[in-house]
């Protein structure tokens, strides 16, 4: 089987919200998230973000620890709210040098800083303006994107603009589970568009800036989720949900960041039902210019998919308390069903265990959008790991999880797929956004009974080997 390229990217990756904790520290403005998990029920036993892992005031410890573990490249997001507090305006300086001095932490020990403008945190105030529903929220990400880049684009050469658009709309704008809390379908068309409008106008800014040689030419795309979909049997009525599903759910969102428009069948069905998305003029050329550099692809699960009656089932609530089996079947009437799989492996929060699905799913992005760059931005499997007498984290599951999505990522390669690097999620312990600090993904565990103590798990010294040998063993 073909080795992993010798510049490959070895990576972990958080995010703000998750991490940084100091959520009213050195003039950051609310973010909706900070809002958010202060409402009554909205996240696991109250859990939020207040603290998470104090990463903004303990980051050199932690880059120390990278740099030890052996990273060559970190994926964080900047928070957008600590640059802006208020979305747009005056911007915050502090903001500005806690980015700073992260990345020269980074750079000092060779780890290349992959940054991300937008993962979850909007701004409170822009939401208080109508959040993704509204067009000047675009500009003002574009703004926003463009000071990172002038700020940061002398040391940062990876970008990505939005993280999971998929989630953070479906999460937010349909299920109701994210913020800004609405179950609206329409407004999910609508949201999406705007959204890809925002990801245009920063990449339009990123060309100009590196155009007239202001910042560092790199790279920049988006991270999306990959969460295939494959037919529960063969009969033809699953195979149908199935397809109903990919394109709903997946081509609707990568075709217009990996294409530059919208799948048509798609397209008809919404403007038929809601006459959404509103388009303006220029849109869809903006859309057309933007090329991504490469994409971003979360992977975590896959889904299985059965044929769902016109009174079939429909939404339900998801697994935030780690009972395994506590997720119940959740669908769309009339176009597909999700269901589980009794042949394979779910963890604890119900998501099925698939490395398949990342070979195949990468495959699929080939096959549907052409040679295009791929990075595994995320992979990574919640869980709760167990803790020995002496104090040792023993988190081999994460270990067995992680290998096989590794080795699933060197099949996509000896296929000629060009993935050019893994980042592992996470980094250290963090917060999981409805599920709590019980759902842990790190190598690095925080003990929040000690003044949130960091501790190297088994998997840290398991992935630090697979750098030392550029994952020849695993
Ligand atoms: C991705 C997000 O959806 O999955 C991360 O980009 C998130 O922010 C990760 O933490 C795992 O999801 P969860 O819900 O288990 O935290």
Known sequence: MANFPPDFL???????????????????????????????????????????????????????????????????????????????????????????????????????????????????????????????????????????????????????????????????????????????????????????????????????????????????????????????????EDIQAYENYEVMDHHWFYDPVLRGDYPQTMWNYYQSKWGAPTVLEGDLAL????KSDFIGVNYYQSTFLAHNPLNGVGLTTINTTGE?????????????????????????WDWAIYPEGLHEGIKRIQERYGTIPIVITENGIGAKDAIAANGEILDYPRIEYLKQHILACKRAIADSIPVFGYFAWSYIDLLSWLNGYQKQYGFVYIDREKDLERRKKQSYFWYQRVIQTNGAKL
């Open 287 to 290: 859309l057309k210019q933007a």
């Open 10 to 236: 070895w990576g972990a990756a958080t995010a703000s919200y998750q991490v940084e904790g100091a959520y009213q520290q050195d003039g950051k403005g609310p973010s909706i998230w900070d809002i958010y998990s202060h409402l009554p029920g909205t996240t696991y036993q109250g859990t939020n973000g207040d603290i998470a892992a104090d990463h903004y005031n303990r980051y050199e410890e932690d880059v120390r620890l990278m740099a030890e573990l052996g990273l060559r490249s970190y994926r964080f997001s900047i928070a957008w709210a600590r640059i802006f507090p208020n979305g747009m305006g005056e911007v915050n300086p502090e903001g500005i040098a806690f980015y700073s001095r992260l990345i020269d932490e980074l750079l000092k020990y060779q780890i290349i800083p992959f940054a991300t403008l937008y993962h979850w945190d909007l701004p409170q105030a822009l939401q208080d303006i109508g959040g993704w529903e509204n067009r000047a929220v675009a500009d003002a990400f574009a703004t926003y994107a463009k000071i990172c880049f002038e700020q940061f684009g002398d040391r940062v050469t990876y970008w990505l603009t939005f993280n999971e658009v998929i989630n953070f709309i479906m999460l937010g704008y349909r299920d109701g589970l994210h913020p800004p809390g609405v179950k609206d379908e329409r407004r999910v068309v609508e949201v999406t568009h705007i959204v890809n409008i925002a990801h245009a106008k920063a990449i339009a800014e990123y060309r100009q800036l590196t155009r007239e040689g202001k910042i560092l030419a790199g790279k920049i795309g988006m991270a999306h989720v990959l969460l295939p979909g494959f037919p529960i049997s063969d009969q033809p």
């Open 324 to 348: 395994k089996g506590s997720q119940k079947e959740s669908g769309i009437p009339g176009l597909f069903k999700r269901v589980i799989n009794p042949n394979i492996d779910y963890t604890d």
